[in-house]
C-alpha cells in the first residue's frame, strides 16, 4: 500500500518514468495554482464564506498539481525540459 496519494508509480508513468521531469512539471504547475489562488484571494472572500475558503486552502498546490497530473489534466512538452538542461 502506498502513502502517497496518487501513487509515485502512477506519476512517473504520466512523466516518462522521469522523476526530474515530474518534479519540474509539478513544480511550474503548483506555481500557477499559487499565483491563482493569490490573485482570486479577494474575489473569493467576496463571494464565500470563512469555511468554504478554509476547506479550498487546507489542500497544498503540490498535491493538487500532482492530482491533475494523474488525472491527465496537465501534459507538457518534453522538449521544453530537455531543453532546459542544455
Known amino acids: 500500500?502506498?502513502?502517497?496519494?496518487p501513487?509515485?508509480?502512477?506519476?512517473?508513468?504520466?512523466?516518462?518514468?522521469?522523476?526530474?521531469?515530474?518534479?519540474?512539471v509539478a513544480s511550474e504547475r503548483a506555481r500557477d495554482i499559487n499565483d491563482m489562488m493569490r490573485g482570486q484571494r479577494d474575489?473569493?472572500?467576496?463571494?464565500?464564506s470563512a469555511t468554504e475558503i478554509a476547506k479550498m486552502s487546507g489542500?497544498?498546490?503540490?498535491?493538487?498539481a500532482m492530482d491533475e497530473i494523474?488525472?491527465?489534466?496537465v501534459g507538457y512538452d518534453r522538449r521544453r525540459y530537455d531543453n532546459e538542461s542544455d
Open 59 to 64: 489542500r497544498k498546490a503540490l498535491s493538487m
Open 7 to 24: 501513487p509515485i508509480d502512477d506519476l512517473l508513468d504520466k512523466a516518462d518514468n522521469d522523476k526530474f521531469l515530474l518534479c519540474a
Open 43 to 48: 474575489r473569493a472572500i467576496a463571494l464565500q
Open 1 to 5: 500500500m502506498s502513502l502517497m496519494q
Open 70 to 73: 494523474y488525472r491527465d489534466e
